[in-house]
């Protein structure tokens, strides 16, 4: 079993991914690390600015880490509050550890990439897997250079990095970490509070979407399917449920009549405006046997059931 390095494991996707990984591996063999400290004493985990290669390397050298899963990122509407840091944090970080790659300090890496690596003048509906890409913010800059590192790295050095560009992800265990996709976090909280929820898209906004345990599914698969099913090490498109805000609201509403929604949009409609509506993963599926599970319907259920059993979330 080789040792796993999850960087970033406090965050929406990590929070998830360490506690699938762990359960299939043991906690011993799967190492978190975040710059901030987790909620529970965890005596695998090492608080990590990612920024500090030398933190990094003796982490690596003490735990004798070959795999690394470098979630660490600033998200796309928090990045353009800070877009000289966001490049810096989501840069600098992907290039420590595809260094340490190269020097054959680490096996393997997993760098998540993002449906915001596409722009306007994109195709929206079933966006390929090849495309025209014109991001307009910095997250999504910063991904889409990322995105030609790591294809650079893998073809130069021969680097075995793997990649998703993942579509926003709904998830009850850990909050949202500052996305242009939140709301469809957010929402079920206000429905769960029997609140009403002020929405910061327009209500017929179609994004692509997909529940944590696919995303977290896919995450996984891509990374133990044997090396020479991956033929594009940029990034996969990876599709799951498309929908817009008023089509989750009424779903939610099915079993919550009461509910309520009001649609004021904000700085993040302009992000949103600039993305697909829904991705061809025809790739993934062909090279490495990805099939969504969760439809919209599957989700909120699930959703629903588990927001409400986890009362601190709820």
């Known amino acids: 079993m080789n040792k796993i390095l999850i960087i970033g494991s406090n965050g929406q996707i990590g929070t998830e991914l360490l506690q699938t990984l762990r359960s299939k591996h043991g906690n011993e063999n799967i190492i978190a690390s975040d710059i901030r400290e987790p909620k529970e004493p965890d005596h695998y985990f090492e608080q990590l600015d990612v920024m500090d290669k030398e933190k990094l390397k003796s982490i690596i050298k003490k735990y004798q880490i070959k795999e690394v899963y470098l ?19 989501n ?17 393997k890496i997993f760098w998540p990439s993002s449906i915001a690596v596409f722009g306007p003048t994109t195709p929206r ?37 793997r990649s998703i560009r993942y579509p926003g992800l709904i998830s009850y265990s850990a909050p949202p970490g500052g996305g242009t996709t939140d709301y469809a976090v957010e929402i079920f ?27 977290v599914r896919a995450t996984i698969e891509l990374m133990e399917t044997n090396k020479s099913n991956i ?6 498109n990876l599709g799951g449920i498309s929908f817009t805000p008023e089509e989750i609201y009424a779903c ?15 700085f993040r409609q302009n992000i949103a405006d600039t993305w697909p509506g829904s991705i061809d993963d025809t790739a993934a599926q062909e090279h490495w046997g990805w099939k969504a599970k969760y439809d919209l319907e599957e989700m909120t259920k699930d959703m ?7 009362k601190n979330l709820a």
Do not use: H
Not at 137 to 142: C, F, K, L, M, Q
């Open 252 to 266: 939610i509403r099915s079993t919550r009549p009461n509910f309520e929604i009001e649609y004021v949009p904000d």
């Open 304 to 310: 629903l059931n588990n927001v409400q059993i986890d």
């Open 231 to 236: 033929k594009i090490r940029s990034s996969y």
């Open 91 to 107: 840069m600098e970080s992907l290039f420590n550890v595809l260094n340490l790659a190269k020097d054959k300090v680490i096996d």
């Open 189 to 215: 909280y206000s429905a769960l509070k029997d609140e009403k929820y002020t929405c910061f898209l327009s209500e017929k906004t179609p994004l692509p979407m997909m529940y944590m345990e696919d995303a």
């Open 125 to 161: 509906e079933n966006t390929p897997q090849y495309t025209i890409m014109e991001p307009s913010t910095v997250y999504g800059i910063s991904k889409q250079a990322g995105e030609r590192w790591c294809e650079y790295y893998a073809n130069r050095y021969d680097v075995d990095v």
């Open 71 to 89: 979630l660490a990122a600033l998200l796309s509407a928090t990045a353009e509050k800070n877009p000289e840091f966001a490049w810096e944090l």
